[in-house]
């Protein structure tokens, strides 16, 4: 039969003809691909890098890891123990009742205070935000697991007594209170209470202040008086003085100089302490995860509240040991050659280079 197929020779011939074909093909794009793939091994590199980068982090995905890890550290923050697991109950009364003495200071120990007339007028609250429970609100949550504890202020082994006691005489400019007086106990079975979640020696998360950048410069007392006028005044005043309740025991605004406020021993007289407090604290109702503030800011209104006159408190046996002083302290003498001034308003990083020398 005739038909137009080729026959098994011509097959044979066809099918050996393509093969051939194909290895030509091959031979010369490898051939002039060669020196391509030689000369350009970086940026083929990075074309494969560009693409899996594309590849594996879209926006999307990335801001859902950052919530997720933001989530993830909020867990992790010191909460208080509850006041009602005390059991017994006597205990529990006194717990609460250290808990309002934090949150109500002026109330029973200020000028027109109940129990005894000790203090200014403040509350530790006012510094010590939601009775010392809050995030960097300055909270107790390494008091009960790090006292007794070496101080280097005093130069000795501090209890939680003596230590609340350093904030009457300071911070409230005050007097000391009785160690045995049920204010003093009701205080520090607070304090205890609310840290016992902490293991001893150890510092919770998110307790006490949260750290600063420093500044380049020197924090600047008068760029900082803008900002007081535009973000503190409203509730502080324009003297600073803040505004008394109506009954006159507690203030609704603390004072933040003049003499009704902390004296110039007090922590926060320290501007770094100051401008952590205010950075994650102030305007009220700010959070630590959203300040309004920005560094220079804090920095500058810290500078401009610190350079007003407040109370005096002589302490001549603080810091017996000037080589151990905070960069930040305000009062000579110093170990090094810096003056007063940059000891209190910085630029700190010098001073802190010559301190790790
Ligand atoms: C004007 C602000 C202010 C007031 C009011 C204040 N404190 Fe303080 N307190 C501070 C600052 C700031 C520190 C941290 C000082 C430092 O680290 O140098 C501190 C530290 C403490 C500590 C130690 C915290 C730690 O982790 O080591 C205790 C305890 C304490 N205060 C208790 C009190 C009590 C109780 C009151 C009320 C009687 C009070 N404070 C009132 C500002 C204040
Ligand atoms: C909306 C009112 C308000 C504004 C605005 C405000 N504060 Fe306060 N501030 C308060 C209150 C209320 C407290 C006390 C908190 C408490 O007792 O719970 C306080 C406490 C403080 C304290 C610690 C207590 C003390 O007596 O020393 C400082 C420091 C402070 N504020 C600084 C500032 C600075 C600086 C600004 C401006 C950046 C500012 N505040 C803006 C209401 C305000």
Redesign the pocket.
Known sequence: MQTNQPNEKEQGLIQMMQRMLNLIIVLVISIVSLPLVIYNVDSIKGWFKADSTKVTTPAVSKSAKEEAKKMATVETYWQPVALDLVADAAEKELVYYGRDLIAHTAKYLGPNGSVIQISNG??C???H??AGTLAFGNNYGAVASTYPKFRVRSGTTENIYKRVNDCFERSLNGKALDTSSKEMQAIVAYINHIGSNVKKGEKAAGSGLKDLAFLDRAADPLKGKT??ET??Q???QANGE?VLNPDKVEF?????WGKH??NDGAG?YRIIN?AK??KY?????VTHESPQ?TDE?AWD??AY?LSQSRPHIAVPKDWPDITKKPIDHPFGPYADAFSAKQHKYGPFKPILDQVKK
């Not at 609704?252 to 933040?256: A, C, G, M, T």
């Open positions: 403040q509350n609250q006012n510094c935000l939601q900002v007081y973000k503190c409203s509730c502080h803040g609704s605004f603390p004072p933040l406020s902390f926060l100051f407090y205010v604290n102030m305007p009220l109702g503030l800011e209104v810290s509240v």
